[in-house]
């Protein structure tokens, strides 16, 4: 029996879903990002920590264009990232992110929040946007809170609301900053559970946390960030057990 075509997607196995090379940051004369160079692979699933103020956000910030970087390439599933903002949309567009205080527009609807971008973005017909936001709500467990405003949930119900409206996207990578920082410790399982699902799926994922049973529980890699630097990057059996520099080592000493 002659074998099966490959289908288009397959084509693009081997291509990183995210390379940084060499790049350089600065806001002002403060040099922020170090020479960062990282390859994220599809459906890899990578944990950033690192003390405050290490240029956790900053990194990811600069994977949609949040932030412009200085020196140096950062190509986002094969597109490389300059001023041109079709391009810009373009990787938006494919890569969903989720912040610590979950960003959702307080005078609509969860529903609306899920439907604005399928919408304007994507030109999905509104039937089919709610259609498909009902879909996600679903697999983040609050579809009954979809007539809601966001002030009336709680921070673990709204942060779920964040995930499942980048969802709606349909994104290639996800990216998340803190998703469970800003929440009380009862609500950090419900947010960290829908993640760990969605690693589960197969979705790509860049995740800045210090939660680090998620970290060993999903992560492929642990990064470790110190003064704009990546000091360190392992599996997180060797990252946890074995550290080799002394500054991963403190860091730990002091989260764990
Ligand atoms: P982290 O997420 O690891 O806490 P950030 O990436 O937010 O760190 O910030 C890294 C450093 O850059 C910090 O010293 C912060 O004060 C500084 N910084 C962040 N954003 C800006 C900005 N827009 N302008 C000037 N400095 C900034
Ligand atoms: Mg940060």
């Given at each position: ?30 040099h922020v990002l170090k ?19 290490s240029g ?169 960030m110190?003064f704009g630097e ?27």
């Amino acid at each position: 029996m002659p074998s099966r075509r490959l289908d288009a997607s397959t084509a693009d196995a081997g291509l990183p879903a995210v390379s940084m090379v060499g790049v350089n940051k600065w806001f002002g004369d403060f040099h922020v990002l170090k020479d960062i160079n990282l390859e994220v692979e599809e459906g890899e699933r990578i944990v950033i920590c690192g003390p405050s103020g290490s240029g956790k956000s900053t990194l990811i910030r600069c994977i949609n264009r949040l932030e412009p970087h200085e020196e140096g390439q950062i190509i986002v599933d094969g597109h490389q990232l300059t001023d041109d903002l079709r391009q810009i949309d373009k990787i938006r567009s494919e890569v969903g992110m989720v912040f610590q205080n979950f960003n959702l527009f307080p005078h609509l609807s969860v529903l609306d929040n899920l439907c604005l971008a399928p919408q304007w973005v994507r030109k999905m017909p509104r039937a089919k946007a709610e259609e498909v936001a009902m879909t996600y709500l679903e697999r983040v467990k609050i579809p009954e809170q979809a007539h809601k405003f966001p002030g009336q949930l709680s921070g673990g119900q709204q942060q779920r609301v964040a995930i499942a409206r980048a969802l709606c996207m349909n994104p290639r990578i996800m990216l998340f900053d803190e998703p469970t920082s800003a929440l009380d410790p009862e609500m950090v399982k419900e947010v960290l559970d829908v993640m760990i699902e969605l690693a589960e799926q197969g979705m790509t994922m860049l995740c800045v946390t210090h939660e680090m049973g998620f970290a060993k529980a999903v992560a492929d890699r642990v990064i470790f960030m110190d003064f704009g630097e990546i000091v360190e990057v392992a599996p997180p059996a060797e990252f946890f057990a074995s550290p080799k520099s002394d500054r991963t080592r403190t860091f730990l000493s002091q989260i764990l």
